[in-house]
Structures are given as structure tokens and as C-alpha cells.
């Protein structure tokens, strides 16, 4: 569902350079914010790169990214970093797609939500 826009089961070229374009910015931002170069960011850093993204996510949900995706050792490595950003770029861009009014709220149907929650 990130790239390919006719949800089909596969990309065609243009999907397919276009996701990969997506990762290496991804890869770029991650990179840039790894402080350490330890190969995994901490809570700070993510906060930093997810912001450098376009994406300012209040404290609860990156509590909540940080409880699903970071390692005991309070760390998210790059493949779990970009599972978290396709599943995030994902559910916002279903969001700002519902919320024509740009007020922060939308109503979906019960098939809509498990729909985006299985495809994701």
C-alpha cells in the first residue's frame, strides 16, 4: 500500500523505484541521526529523524512506537525503523485522504479499519 497505488500484488517499475527512493531517504535520515553510527537509533534520535520526515508525533504514540519496535536495549534498528515508517506513512496518508476538512478527526467503517490495519 505505500507505493503501489492500484493495489495490486505487485509493483510495477515505477512503484518499484519509487519505494526504493523512499527507503534510501529513509536510510539517508537514519543515517544522519545515528549519532553513535551504532547501526540503531535511540529514543532521542528517533524523535529527531521521524520529525526531519515531516512527522511530529506527540509523546503518547512515540511511547507507543518505542514499545513495539525498540529492542531491550532501547534501540530500533534500521529494518525495524522502516517497517515503523511504512506502517506510519501507511495509516497518516489513509488519514489526510478521510480529513478533507484538515480537522484531526474522521469517521471510518469497521471494514475500512481492519482493511488498513491487515493490508499494513
Known amino acids: 500500500m505505500l507505493c503501489n497505488k492500484d493495489r495490486s500484488d505487485q509493483l510495477n517499475y515505477e512503484e518499484f523505484m519509487k ?3 523512499t527507503i534510501e531517504m529513509w536510510k539517508n ?3 544522519k541521526y545515528d549519532a553513535d553510527q551504532s547501526q540503531s537509533i535511540d ?3 528517533l524523535d529527531q529523524v521521524v520529525k526531519s520526515i515531516g512527522y511530529d508525533l ?3 504514540f512515540l511511547s507507543l512506537l518505542i514499545s513495539r519496535y525498540y529492542t531491550p536495549n ?3 534498528a534500521f529494518d525495524d ?3 515503523c515508517m511504512t506502517k506510519l ?3 497518516l496518508r489513509f488519514f489526510k485522504s478521510r480529513d478533507i476538512t ?3 478527526q474522521i469517521a471510518v467503517t469497521l471494514d475500512e479499519l481492519l482493511t488498513l490495519h491487515l493490508c499494513n
Open 19 to 21: 519505494l526504493l527512493a
Open 29 to 31: 535520515e537514519f543515517m
Open 43 to 45: 529514543i532521542y534520535e
Open 58 to 60: 506527540g509523546g503518547q
Open 74 to 76: 532501547h534501540c530500533m
Open 81 to 83: 525503523f522502516v517497517c
Open 89 to 91: 506513512t501507511v495509516i
Open 102 to 104: 484538515n480537522q484531526g
